[in-house]
């Protein structure tokens, strides 16, 4: 039998953790559907929703949706396993990143690199690879402008952001599986160009486990 003394000690790390103003957000969201369900009456919901717009850490925010039943609520979470969530910062001082050109050769973009409102990445017989899984977003919307002849331009994304793919395929593939909504406040990517017998492959993948010492 399990008793007080077994279980571990609390991790109030998170807890102290400042929120953003995607995170309340969520909360707002999760106490919608709770009030819509019948899980909270409106004056639940109206005296919760505004301790939420003042909560300034998890710890408040969590109070707020710990006795709800969240799971059966059907509103979007963040995805299991992501050891955080893409979020749009204020300028951090560094250029950000505006294009990659790759003729007959290969280029990049990855890491913890600045990124804004747009990415111009070109493939002459070539290769061009855009992963940002780590990037710092400065603009809510990042339009990426590819122009793939005889090459590729390959596109890996995490899996909160929302994404839209609007190409043009000539004797090449424009596309993949990645379309769709993200959660709230994550960037929206859009993926606008053509592949002229070349390819444009946009994919989700879920960022690297954080290294362990």
């Known amino acids: 039998m399990t008793t007080p003394e077994d279980l571990p000690a609390p991790d109030d790390r998170r807890a102290r953790l400042r929120a953003a103003?995607?995170?309340r957000e969520l909360v707002h969201q999760i106490l919608s559907a709770a009030m819509a369900g019948g899980s909270l009456s409106p004056a639940?919901?109206?005296?919760r929703a505004g301790r939420a717009v003042t909560a300034k850490t998890f710890g408040e925010l969590d109070e707020l949706t710990d006795d709800?039943?969240?799971g059966q609520l059907g509103v979007p979470m963040p995805f299991v396993g992501e050891p955080s969530t893409s979020r749009v910062?204020?300028?951090?001082?560094?250029?950000?990143?505006a294009h990659r050109f790759a003729l007959m050769s290969a280029a990049e973009i990855k890491g913890t690199v600045v990124v804004a409102d747009s990415i111009t990445a070109t493939a002459i017989m070539?290769?061009?690879e855009i992963d940002l899984r780590e990037v710092e977003f400065t603009?809510?919307?990042l339009t990426i402008r590819c122009a793939a002849i005889m090459g590729a331009v390959d596109i890996t994304v995490p899996p909160d952001v929302s994404v839209e793919i609007n190409g043009w395929p000539l004797m090449g593939g424009f596309g993949g599986r990645a379309a769709g909504p993200g959660v709230p406040g994550a960037p929206t990517v859009r993926v606008v160009?053509?592949?002229?017998?070349g390819g444009v492959?946009?994919?989700?993948k879920d960022r690297k486990e954080p290294s362990r010492r």
Do not use: H, I, N
């Open 21 to 23: 103003d995607s995170d």
């Open 44 to 47: 639940e919901y109206e005296e």
């Open 68 to 70: 709800l039943p969240v």
């Open 89 to 97: 910062v204020a300028s951090t001082g560094r250029r950000p990143v």
């Open 126 to 128: 070539g290769a061009v």
């Open 139 to 141: 603009a809510q919307v």
């Open 193 to 197: 160009g053509f592949a002229l017998m």
């Open 201 to 204: 492959e946009v994919k989700r």
